[in-house]
């Protein structure tokens, strides 16, 4: 194992994102270290042993990442900036007749020249180091043509992203692999066997490089940290059209895609139940099923708490095999048959959304999986918990009674006990409304209302998400992301 190493020298790195000019581009492509690394070849001379070098490197199989763990993924993080400039348009075509000093002549003039709005979007890494990771090291033979390769790269991407490379022989574990078995947390562009020629070839017919491919990372997840009852692959589908609804309506949403997941499953009793939550006779099943929480867009400064999606968890009780059956069975027949393949959900008077499976290159941050179920010591709530009972009425300490009743509900999935717990009717995640704002699920058999209520948990170690708790955690309520004090 060996990596390729950089660092920012000015502590920014600049780049635009592929699907929005206004927003950063992170991480970094491999494909554009590669392409640094290509002109580096050139600008020396173009030698054959570098040329062998990068045709070796082009043929190996995607690497993984080493990231600045203080440079969030999410591009409206405030560690990402957006510098705004208004540059001159190009130059004007003179008359190609007549010498008149007229309009035409001096708009040539700088003062006169229109100016565009252009933006220059960045992320700020610092000095930590950023890493590509290869599973096999260098023949002997290119290791040396790598290294003065590296030695030549001045900038990744943008004049603006100044840095200095280096092969490294000890690089550690990765923190985001290809084609990850947690699910893709983002798409990247990676070189190929026949980049170099490739890029000669571009470069010769005097075009823009063509597009790399383009595969899935995902973040690496370690087996032995404690998890809830749910996997940790999250099935994301985007809102694609249709009504535009807040996340306090949430139980509308989760029961009408739920609808479309019970007809999908119709015909086989192991997914109904599955997808139900319920036993043949009607009686709840005792055992972990099959939950759909919304995806909003919360946790920055501007965040609106609109619905941008949702998402499907399976019960981490199933086997893979039983988790690749239910999809393959049931996913294709919750889609309608419509290019690309859209999910219909009619809420009653909210009208009805249209749904398509995420597959974006660069999906927004709380449309990715890994947003979700990534490790932290630290959570706060999207959608308020709900607690299994009421307190009693004359409790001295209704707020410690609540306390209690979360932590007993991390006891029974397994989860350590927490630090602390803060309760609220409001989160801790911008953008989240408050907890009245959310409808109380539907009362008890009993005849008993419902507590629901925000909060912010810390545990005494990691968790991996995904986290869900409390009685409505199959439709949505008892949300909760890794959450830090900013």
């Given at each position: 194992m060996f990596a390729i190493a950089w660092q920012?020298?000015?502590?920014?790195?600049?780049?635009?994102?592929?699907?929005?000019?206004?927003?950063?581009e992170w991480p970094p492509h491999p494909d554009r270290v590669f392409m640094a690394l290509v002109a580096s070849w050139a600008d020396s001379g173009a030698p054959p042993a570098g040329r062998a070098a990068l045709e070796w490197l082009e043929a190996q199989t995607p690497p993984s990442l080493v990231l600045p763990q203080s440079v969030s993924l999410d591009v409206q993080d405030p560690t990402a900036s957006v510098i705004k400039v208004f540059v001159p348009v190009n130059d004007i075509e003179p008359p190609k007749r007549g010498r008149e000093y007229g309009d035409t002549y001096l708009g040539l003039l700088p003062s006169r020249r229109e100016k565009k709005e252009r933006h220059f979007p960045s992320v700020l890494p610092g000095e930590e180091v950023c890493m590509l990771v290869f599973r096999e090291p260098p023949p002997l033979e290119h290791r040396a043509a790598l290294a003065s390769l590296c030695s030549h790269v001045v900038r990744i991407g943008h004049s603006r992203s100044l840095v200095r490379v280096w092969l490294e022989d000890n690089p550690p574990d990765p923190l985001w692999i290809p084609n990850s078995p947690a699910g893709a947390d983002f798409h990247l562009r990676v070189p190929y066997k026949g980049r170099l020629a490739d890029l000669q070839d571009d470069f010769n017919m005097g075009v823009r490089p063509r597009a790399a491919r383009w595969i899935a990372y995902g973040s690496v997840q370690s087996p032995d940290l404690p998890r809830g009852e749910f996997d940790g692959r999250m099935f994301v589908f985007r809102r694609?059209?249709?009504?535009?609804?807040?996340?306090?309506?949430?139980?509308?949403?989760?029961?009408?895609?739920?609808?479309?997941?019970?007809?999908?499953?119709?015909?086989?009793?192991?997914?109904?139940?599955?997808?139900?939550?319920?036993?043949?006779?009607?009686?709840?099943?005792?055992?972990?099923?099959?939950?759909?929480?919304?995806?909003?867009?919360?946790?920055?400064?501007?965040?609106?708490?609109l619905l941008m999606g949702f998402?499907?968890?399976?019960?981490?009780?199933?086997?893979?095999?039983?988790?690749?059956?239910?999809?393959?069975?049931?996913?294709?027949?919750?889609?309608?048959?419509?290019?690309?393949?859209?999910?219909?959900?009619?809420?009653?008077?909210?009208?009805?959304?249209?749904?398509?499976?995420?597959?974006?290159?660069?999906?927004?941050?709380?449309?990715?999986?890994t947003t979700w179920t990534r490790q932290g010591p630290r959570w706060a709530t999207v959608t308020p918990?709900?607690?299994?009972?009421?307190?009693?009425?004359?409790?001295?300490?209704?707020?410690?009674?609540?306390?209690?009743?979360?932590?007993?509900?991390?006891?029974?999935?397994?989860?350590?006990?927490?630090?602390?717990?803060?309760?609220?009717?409001?989160?801790?995640?911008?953008?989240?409304?408050?907890a009245r704002a959310f409808p109380p699920l539907p009362r008890r058999s009993d005849g008993g209302r419902r507590w629901h209520l925000h909060a912010t948990i810390r545990f005494p170690r990691k968790i991996a998400g995904p986290l869900l708790l409390g009685a409505g955690r199959y439709r949505g309520y008892g949300l909760l992301r890794p959450w830090e004090v900013p």
């Open positions: 920012y020298l000015t502590g920014r790195a600049v780049a635009t994102s592929p699907s929005d000019r206004t927003a950063p694609t059209g249709g009504a535009q609804s807040t996340i306090s309506r949430t139980l509308a949403w989760t029961d009408a895609l739920r609808g479309v997941f019970l007809k999908a499953a119709d015909g086989n009793r192991d997914w109904m139940q599955l997808v139900s939550g319920h036993s043949p006779d009607g009686g709840r099943l005792n055992a972990p099923h099959v939950a759909f929480v919304p995806l909003a867009n919360t946790g920055h400064s501007n965040a609106t708490g998402g499907l968890l399976l019960p981490a009780t199933l086997s893979p095999d039983q988790q690749n059956a239910f999809l393959y069975d049931v996913l294709p027949r919750a889609f309608q048959d419509a290019d690309p393949p859209t999910i219909r959900l009619v809420a009653g008077a909210l009208g009805e959304m249209f749904l398509e499976r995420e597959s974006q290159p660069v999906p927004a941050f709380n449309l990715r999986s918990i709900v607690l299994d009972r009421q307190p009693p009425r004359r409790h001295e300490d209704q707020d410690q009674w609540a306390m209690d009743q979360i932590a007993d509900a991390c006891r029974r999935q397994g989860l350590p006990e927490p630090l602390d717990i803060a309760v609220s009717g409001f989160s801790s995640v911008p953008g989240v409304p408050p």
